[in-house]
């Protein structure tokens, strides 16, 4: 399958996906989608911004606390059945593949499911992929403040056969920061560890 074919067939699949959810339109596109809008007059992609959460040892933490590394961050939960797995492990592996340059680069976490994910929880989660991962949680409106500055699409789901009760869909990408807050780039959740390492090596 040619990759525009596999590009198209993305692009319906999220717009099924929205339809399903009764999203409307454009605007949910362009939340979804990181490339989607600029800040006015800037040419800068409006992604990311202040934020102040809690971390998995029960501290209050700010985006300033992170400031002068680049910030590899990825929303998901730890209920995440496979999706937030294998994009923790990518980014686990990119690091290690940045040997002593992955110093430069703070890998984190940011719940979409504060309800259950507090911070003993994140801890033990974050710790399972990477050592220098950090997890991050909050209230239910810190979460969807820090959210809305990232075009993160969340949204629970009952689930009626599961003990868990529900889950929570969510956008996956993956968004390299730097050492200002910025938006630099995202990775796709498909994108290879190797492909990751090297695209955050080209922008230290």
Do not use: N
């Not at 050492?179 to 560890?193: A, I, K, M, N, Q």
């Amino acid at each position: 399958m040619s990759a525009a074919k596999r590009g198209l067939q993305r692009g319906l699949l999220i717009v099924a996906v929205l339809a399903a959810l009764g999203i409307a339109g454009l605007a949910a596109v362009q939340w979804l989608m990181p490339h989607g809008g600029e800040q006015p007059g800037t040419g800068q992609v409006s992604i990311g911004g202040p934020f102040t959460l809690t971390d998995q040892d029960g501290r209050t933490v700010s985006d300033r606390d992170f400031a002068g590394k680049m910030m590899l961050v990825y929303f998901g939960f730890t209920h995440c059945p496979d999706i937030c797995p294998t994009g923790l492990q990518t980014i686990a592996i990119a690091m290690d593949g940045l040997g002593a340059d992955a110093a430069k680069v703070q890998p984190i976490l940011i719940s979409v499911d504060p309800e259950r994910d507090t911070p003993p929880v994140m801890k033990e989660y974050v710790q399972a992929f990477h050592e220098r991962m950090i997890g991050l949680t909050g209230t239910p409106e810190q979460i969807a403040k820090v959210a809305r500055e990232y075009r993160v699409y969340y949204q629970k789901v009952p689930l009626k056969d599961s003990s868990l009760g529900y889950s929570v869909d969510h956008s996956g990408f993956i968004y390299l920061m730097d050492g200002e807050g910025r938006y630099l780039t995202h990775f796709r959740h498909d994108v290879s560890p190797e492909d990751m390492a090297k695209r955050i090596r080209a922008r230290f």
